[in-house]
């Protein structure tokens, strides 16, 4: 007979005892008035009574007039954006959150394979799940050649058999519909080990979100609720988000009345340091969801049971007897409002404060030396040859993330196309940094960020390995970017010739070391010194770290020069 058992026959006595509470049972939508025993950090029985097996070694956490849920599972966010998970993990944890199902597709644009494995090893020992999903972005030869090693590749394949990989990282639709994909060998692995492949199908719809659903088992791009009620009804599991890009969850509440809610899953999609320590992290992505008319029961099994049986967690998401013992306790269920949290049998959040301090990551130099590029200040020049008639093609930073292709007439000078700030058009500059990569960068333009006098530059992108440099004049342009370098990746704005505010983020160039609420304090002086150099975008730091991404349908920006995303095309400067 096991441990378990013998707690579960009542003949042994359990390790904790959560007494008093009305428990969630997920798989039959209610809550019921039971004991909850654990073992070996482990549920051993639900009870009437646990009385029987409290002894005097036993911790007990009196849940009289509370209710008792599985941890929540955020099914969608993003571990290499802005902060360490160290970091931010007492924070998680005060939100209700035990699980996530992790995004790293930056580490693996700049440290291969390797820092995924790296990943994985620094995460394990937390107190909190992290799975993740193997980046494809090293797979894609859609607009530059394939990126990285094969060795990388046939690596990231094999991690497939890892038992905390649980799936394929987000594909955006533009790689994957109407055309080849090296990433193919990677979904048919994935296939045969029955792992799911996640989308990202923002802009993709009827007969392309059909031939997108072939591929793909989840996304989480739905804004509308028919966009959701059209993903569900061609096999697509929906996660709704909100987080700090965007509030999805309207759409989700419209779907969830008319399509099977064990299809819908919710997230945070990424909650950025000044979010997560102002606002939360999945509690008030349920509360949220809760808010917008969700019935509770389903927004809870939204955040628990879903999506663990969706990513195969078996022992995830449920209070039923085998399950790992992560347990929350509510003192409120509308409001969700957070009391107690149990991760594997261990008591780490109390009176709604965590007993877990921010913890310094422990990585290898690799993880701190992807930020050097030569410096070449002949980069930012734009020769007056360059285009054939007296425009220009540019990006135009529309709202959020969304950008749109736009003609600026142009300002030479000396026989060189230049920044004109008055009128809001910027250089904008993208240097690779892969680490097999050559270096290249390409100078195009940008507006709609406002008149900015200065320069801002950040190894922080989206998608792609390289550092991004926004500015008004060349010299202003390389002093950020410098910055950048010296602190090993980050953020920096420049005025005047001297670094006026900086974010460093040496993990990858991606993350920071520092606690989270130093991070949302040092972002916060970014964003002020932004906006007093001129920069009137809503969202500014948004605005400039996705210039790169292809996941949403138009001009972005390559080192091999603007990426046309919808017709799958590298186009120049030149607009005729």
Known sequence: MTDLQAVALGEATADLVVRGGHVFLPERGEFQRRDVAVSDGVVATLTDDASTVTGSETQVIDATDQHVLPGFIDAHTHVDLHQSLEGAVHRMLEGGTTGLIAECPGVSLVLGAGGVTTLLDRTATLPIDVRFTVPPQLFFDTF??????????EELRALLDHHRIVGVGETDWIHAVGSETPATALYDRAAAVGKPVTGHAAGCRDENLSAFATLIDNDHEAITGDEVIERVTRGIHTVGRYGTIRDDIDAIAEAAEQVPTRELSLSSDGMWPRDLVSEGYMDVVVQRAIEAGIDPIDAFRMATLNPARHFGLDDRGSLSPGSVADILVLDELETVSVDTVVTSGEIVVQGGDALVEPMQPDYPDSFRETATVSREPDRYRVPSDAVSGDTVRAVE????????ETCEPVVERD?????????????????????????????????GLGPLRGAVATSMLWEYPGHLVVGSTAAAMQRALDRVIEMGGGWAAVADGSVVADVPLPLAGRCAEMPVEETAAAYETLERALRDLGMDVERPLLAIQTLTTPGVPRLRFTASGYADIRNQRTVTLDPN
Do not use: Y
Request: proline residues 10%.
């Open 415 to 447: 026989g060189e196309l230049v920044a004109d700030p008055d009128a809001g058009l910027l250089k904008a500059t993208l240097v690779e940094r892969r680490p097999h990569g050559d270096g290249a960068s390409f100078t195009g333009f940008v507006t």
């Open 397 to 404: 930073c529309a709202s959020g993330l969304l950008t749109r």
């Open 144 to 153: 530059e050649p394939q990126p990285g090693r094969p060795e990388d590749r």
